[in-house]
C-alpha cells in the first residue's frame, strides 16, 4: 500500500517547514524530518539575527525582502513579534578589519539596509563592552535585530497544519525512487512509502545525503562547523547601553562575534571547519579561541563559559543559496545551502521557492530570476 500527496518536503528545519507552508497554500503537502523531533540542528543552534547587509548580494537581497514579510507572517499565522531591533557594530581592530571594512563598504554602497560609517569613538559609546581606543574603524545596521526562532519556526508548522498539510517527524528518508513522472519517497518508520509529483529537498546539511538517495547528481555542499559559548560577563556595568538595546558586534576580519543576552554574552570565532553531515558539538580549542579573541577587545574578564554549542553553516562553492531542480531530473526540488543566513532570509527564499517548484510568477518583492538560484550554475 501507498499514499499519495502532491509534494513531500524532506527536513523539518527552518528551511523544510517554510518552504512546506508556502506550497501548502495550493498544494497538498507532507513534511518529513528524520528526528523525533523538528529543527533540532541548524536551526536550533543560530545566533538568531536579522542582519541586512549581511552575506553575498543574493543572500542580502533576500535578507532585505524578508524584512517586511516578518510583520506579515505575525498577522497571517498569529505569531508573537519576531523581530527585536538590535544594532550591529561591524568593528575593524588592527589592519586586516579595516581592510576588510572598507571592501565590505564599497561593495554594497546604496544598497537598502547597508552598514553606515560611525566614528569609532561612538561605536564605543554605544557599546560598552569594547575597551576605551580598540577600534579602529566602525559601521553599524540600525536596521538589524533579533529573531525569535522558536517562534518563527513553530508559526511556519503551525501554519503548514492550518493549510491541511502533514507532519511527520521520526520519518527518516531511506529510498526516493522515480515512478513514471512522480517520485516514490520511502521511511523507515514503518510507514507506507508516499507517491508523489515532486520532492523538496531542505535537509540541510544532509541535503547532498537526500539527493544521494534518489539518484540525483549531487550539489557540492559543504557542511562548516560554528561553535557559540555563552559566557557570563562579571562587570554587569558593562552590559548597560547609553541608549536602546546593546548592539551585537562583527569582527570586521569575520574573526569572532559577540551579542549580548541577559547577563552574558553569546561569543563564538567565527569558525568554518568542514565537516560531514552530523550532530554537531563544540571543539573546546574553538571555545578557548572565542574567549581569547573576545576578551582582547573587551578586556572583560571573561573567564566562566556557562555552555558552548555547535551547529553546521552548509555551502556551496559560490555561497549562494540552491533552489531549482536538474534539467535531467525534474521534480527533485533543492531547497539548500543557506549558509549562516538560512533563518534571517527564510520569509523570502521559501515564497521564491514556492514560485520556483509550482511555476507561479516570482513576488514581486524578491528581486531575483527564477534560474539565478538554480543548480545549473554550478
Known sequence: MTSTSDVV???GGIAGASVAYELAGTRSVVLLEAETALARHSTARSAATYIPGHGTGVVRALIVASGPRFA?????LDAPPLLAPRPTLHI????EGEAALAARLAEQAGEPGAPVVLDPAEAERRCPVLAP?????AAVVEGAADVDTEALHQAYVRGLRRRGGTVRAGARVTAVERRGTGWRVHTGAGEAPIDVADVVDAAGAWADVVAGLAGVPRIGLTPLRRTIAQVLVPDQARLRAPDGPLPMVIDAGERFYLKPEGDGLLVSPADETPVEPHDAR????DVALALERVEAVTRLGLRSVRTSWAGLRSFVPDRRPVV????????FWFCAGQGGSGIESAPALSAFAAAVITGAPVPADVPLDRVTLSPARL
Not at 92 to 95: F, G, I, L, N, W
Not at 133 to 137: E, F, K, L, Q, T
Open 133 to 137: 581606543g580598540v577600534v579602529r574603524a
Open 92 to 95: 575593524a581592530v588592527d589592519d
Open 72 to 76: 506579515r507572517l505575525e498577522a497571517d
Open 324 to 331: 531549482g531542480d536538474w534539467p535531467d531530473h525534474p521534480g
Open 282 to 285: 563544540p571543539d573546546e580549542l
Open 9 to 11: 518536503v524532506v527536513g
